[in-house]
């Protein structure tokens, strides 16, 4: 009859844990169909009038050639061509993905190897009738899935934040009349104008363009507006340099203009990265892949022990098949670490609030120690290594080079010559550029808070600065010159003028522009005694200098004019022009940032640079950040031309990527992951999404960064400061090193317990000295007191001055089996000498369990000092009392002890007698053992040159 029933226990668990691998199995299968539907949705629709010959991109055809392919009129589409493009290429809205079902969500968080065997474990104590154990384990296990509920979704979050970037309303032209209508309405072929101040609604190819200027840094990484022409381009201009195109998204700043609609919704460019978003393979964490092989091993390892105790027990021992199956129970249930997992994401969580403190806010769990493993950091330059404010940080005169200090668009700073504050006043060359470029100028600053923000285009924001810091005041230089004429800045002529009277009747015109254009309009320049012949080729090797700084260069000049001119021509600005000077501008580097990437190089973390800037400004701003290898820059055109193998051989010495667009940016992730590195990518715009989702980590920027970048991130910066990287990985590393202090707790716990019931079998006893519910009592109650007070352990001396862990490393290491084998040992020894001491002194087998458990108990309470340092010694100050979290986890396991030893409910439920004064004085002096073996272990290991991993 008890065969019977054993083997009907059995067969019970059996089918529980068939019923849990078919439940994964449909999981798994129900996740694979959902993910082959949303790479189907999102695939770009086919048709004619709106198709694309690859061979022959918009971007590469005259205006003629796209109208005549699209047959567009003149006049824009007529209603029955518009509503069957519709029919064909559908809506102008990025397609949405059947999101997962809630139920689908939560049952996923279930497939855990570690999960399996505590959900094992809970349905052997079920079967025992151990209600209250088997609800406290499967508590554990639901709250873990919930937490993994409530942060899941990213991807279709990443999905949804894409899809608001579309503009809602916007001007169309049909049949000869311009209407407003929702943007979801456009199709290809349709006419669309765009003036300042508008949202991109489409890829349009531009046909007629006045002056147009769009900021793409969301979409390119280009930290200035871009000036547009309707010139076509070879067919292998990168996406940046795609002048002739305006793209779904993007803003414009200046201008007007008129496009045809080449790509809508899933065709346009941000279609293609939100495609690119759902098709992204999120990789695991080092922590999860290590836990998942953990649990394995683990699992592996408690099935064969039991096995081989029971067929001892029952082939060489004579016990029954019943005593010898209740054993093998107790034996799992000793061995499985049913607290662990509770204090994994415990752990994890006070991790994310300390990180929260110090401005990284984690979306994802696991990322927390993920961040300690990171050895590479992918940071995107514009607004995240630099400011996002253009700079005036050169002039140039006919006499010297000055420099600004200050940055951004805060005006305080000064005017420096060799380094030296410049007597501004006593210089009337650099009084008249100054004075140019403040009236040449359409911007305005104004102070909100501590923050100055421009009104107008950033680099004349950036100019008005300068001229502030030389001491003009812009009212009083408004009123003395003011403007009678101009001639707005248009990329056809690639310059600004201005006209201005005095009120001592001088005329003035000002000009600036790009460099070599305002060098053909002028014959002369500015000079010390006066103005001299212009000197080409001497201006021509100065911009070419400050462009090689990366910085860029704009030309200013001036001429007298009388009186009476009060309308300004082209013909009054060409060829007689006096050049007064030369001015460097920059986006510069933020200061902490210089100081958190050497704190990054300390800790063996390379910091990338990969911007879709100009290969010469990457470079320049990555000398002033000291980037490791500032002078290889990589190009985008360059990455075009090389294979994956090519990139995967190049990737580990080159540190500065320019002109990249998102293909570029994932496959530069991809390649590093590849070289077996934990890549973390720092971003904020729409182009970062993709490779945001496939690093390690993706890190967005909280202020200026898009929403499409923090949905597809694991961690975001309040603060937007790449400063707090570094704290972020100092946080990761405290808590890895925590989690495997709470490793090396727990598992002699578990297995000191193992080796008293295998002991217990080898030696033949009659009765086992601790039972399975003991157990249970005494890993649940060291798990949520004393172990979980490791999750509070502050950061270790050095922490950020040792290189990444090998995310290849198992939880346990060699030093770590020894450490758990030889406490294990010193666990079971000390518990058996009390247990049989109880007996011998006539105690009942109650009393004497009594004692084993307490016994278990203050041996932990001892051994969780010795574990607050993995090799360095404990017994001083610190290590006694430098948490005071751990002073509060012992307060509360004795009291928890003493109710377990001398309430009646306890005794009743776990079987357990009241100890005197004497029995604990033994109990407290066997345990304290710990604490003097396991230290002079370290002390003997230190010597030796044993070091932690």
């Not at 968080?109 to 505590?118: M, W």
């Not at 009083?476 to 310059?495: A, G, N």
């Not at 910085?551 to 000049?557: K, N």
Request: include cysteine; aromatic fraction near 6%.
């Amino acid at each position: 009859m008890l065969d019977t029933l054993t083997g009907s226990l059995a067969l019970q668990a059996r089918d529980w844990l068939v019923l849990a691998a078919l439940a994964g199995l449909v999981v798994g299968a129900a996740i694979w169909a959902l993910r082959r539907r949303s790479l189907a949705a999102v695939t770009p629709p086919g048709g004619t009038n709106g198709s694309q010959d690859p061979a022959t991109p918009w971007h590469s055809l005259a205006v003629s050639e796209v109208m005549e392919r699209l047959t567009t009129p003149d006049t824009g589409l007529p209603p029955d061509e518009v509503a069957r493009r519709r029919e064909i290429h559908g809506a102008n809205r990025l397609p949405e993905t059947k999101a997962r079902s809630p139920l689908m969500r939560f049952l996923a968080q279930f497939h855990n190897v570690l999960i399996y065997v505590l959900i094992a474990a809970g349905i052997v104590v079920a079967l025992m009738q151990h209600w209250l154990d088997a609800g406290v384990i499967f508590g554990v296990v639901v709250i873990n899935a919930a937490i993994g509920f409530i942060q899941e979704g990213k991807a279709e979050d990443a999905l949804r934040a894409i899809r608001k970037m579309l503009s809602p309303r916007t001007l169309v032209i049909r049949g000869g009349t311009r209407t407003e209508i929702d943007a979801e309405g456009l199709v290809p072929g349709d006419l669309v104008p765009l003036q300042s101040g508008d949202r991109v609604p489409a890829d349009l190819r531009l046909i007629k363009v006045k002056g147009l200027e769009v900021d793409e840094s969301a979409l390119t990484g280009e930290s200035l507006p871009v000036e547009k022409t309707t010139d076509p381009h070879s067919v292998e201009t990168v996406l940046a340099d795609r002048r002739d195109m305006v793209y779904s998204g993007t803003l414009v700043t200046r201008g007007q203009a008129t496009g045809v609609v080449v790509g809508t919704g899933a065709e346009t460019e941000i279609g293609r990265i939100s495609a690119m978003v759902a098709d992204v393979q999120q990789l695991t964490t080092p922590l999860l892949r290590q836990i998942a092989q953990f649990g394995r091993w683990l699992t592996v390892a408690i099935l064969t022990i039991a096995a081989l105790t029971f067929a001892f027990g029952t082939l060489w021992r004579d016990y029954s098949a019943t005593e010898m199956f209740m054993a093998a129970v107790g034996l799992a249930v000793a061995a499985i670490p049913e607290g662990l997992p509770a204090i994994m994401t415990i752990t994890l969580a006070i991790g994310v609030r300390r990180m929260a403190g110090r401005n990284a806010i984690i979306r994802r769990l696991p990322a927390v120690e993920t961040l300690g493993t990171v050895g590479v950091i992918c940071s995107d330059k514009t607004g995240t290594l630099t400011r996002n404010e253009m700079t005036v940080r050169t002039i140039e005169t006919t006499e010297h080079r000055l420099t600004l200090t200050g940055s951004g668009y805060n005006p305080h700073g000064s005017i420096q010559l060799d380094e030296a504050d410049h007597a501004v006043e006593q210089d009337p060359h650099l009084q008249e550029i100054l004075r140019a470029i403040l009236l040449c100028n359409d911007s305005g600053l104004a102070q909100q808070d501590d923050d100055w923000r421009v009104n107008g285009d950033p680099m004349e924001g950036a100019l008005l600065v300068a001229a502030i810091k030389g001491g003009l005041d812009s009212t009083t230089v408004v009123q003395e010159l003011p403007r009678t004429d101009l001639i707005p800045f248009e990329s056809e002529h690639k310059f600004m003028a201005t006209l201005h009277h005095s009120h001592q009747g001088q005329g003035f015109v000002y000009v600036k522009g790009a460099p070599e254009r305002i060098l053909e309009m002028c014959a002369n320049q500015r000079a010390t005694d006066g103005v001299g012949p212009l000197l080409l080729q001497h201006w021509l090797d100065r911009v070419e200098e400050l462009a090689a700084a990366g910085q860029r260069v704009l030309a200013v000049a001036t001429k007298s004019v009388d009186l009476d001119k009060t309308e300004l021509t082209f013909g009054d600005v060409e060829g007689d022009l006096t050049l007064i000077g030369l001015l460097g501008l920059i986006d510069p580097p933020r200061p902490e940032a210089i100081t958190a990437v050497a704190r990054c190089h300390e800790a063996g973390i390379r910091v990338k640079m990969i911007t879709g800037d100009h290969a010469a400004t990457a470079r320049a701003i990555a000398e002033q950040l000291a980037i490791a290898n500032p002078k290889d820059a990589l190009t985008g055109a360059e990455l075009e031309t090389m294979s994956d193998e090519e990139l995967r051989e190049r990737v580990d010495q080159i540190d500065v990527y320019a002109r990249v667009s998102p293909e570029h940016k994932l496959r530069l992730v991809s390649a590093l992951q590849a070289r077996e590195q934990i890549a973390a990518m720092t971003g904020d715009g729409v182009n970062d999404a993709p490779a945001l989702k496939r690093a390690d980590v993706g890190i967005a920027m909280g202020n200026k960064g898009t929403e499409v970048a923090k949905e597809a991130s694991e961690m975001v910066l309040a603060d937007d400061n790449f400063a707090s990287i570094s704290h972020a990985v100092e946080e990761g590393r405290t808590v890895y090193d925590n989690l495997k202090k709470a490793i090396l707790f727990i598992l002699p716990t578990n297995g000191g317990q193992s080796l008293m019931i295998i002991g217990a079998i080898l030696f033949g006893f009659a009765q086992l000295p601790i039972t399975p519910v003991q157990i249970l009592w005494v890993n649940m109650v060291t798990a949520v007191t004393l172990a979980l007070a490791l999750a509070f352990e502050p950061p270790e001396r050095g922490v950020m001055r040792r290189p990444p862990r090998d995310s290849h490393e198992p939880v346990l290491t060699p030093l770590f089996l020894w450490r758990i084998l030889f406490v294990s040992v010193i666990l079971m020894t000390g518990t058996f000498a009390l247990f049989f001491w109880s007996l011998e002194q006539g105690a009942s087998i109650e009393h004497a369990r009594t004692v084993a458990v307490n016994t278990l108990i203050v041996f932990q309470i001892f051994y969780l000092f010795s574990a607050r340092y993995i090799l360095d010694p404990v017994l001083n100050r610190q290590g006694l009392f430098g948490n005071r979290y751990v002073l509060f986890a012992i307060g509360a396991i004795l009291i928890l002890q003493v109710a377990f030893t001398y309430a009646s409910p306890m005794q009743t439920l776990f079987q357990t007698a009241p100890l005197d004064a004497a029995t604990w004085g033994w109990i407290f002096l066997t345990g304290s053992s710990v604490l003097v073996l396991v230290e002079i272990e370290k002390a003997i290991l230190r010597r030796i040159g044993i070091r932690p991993r």
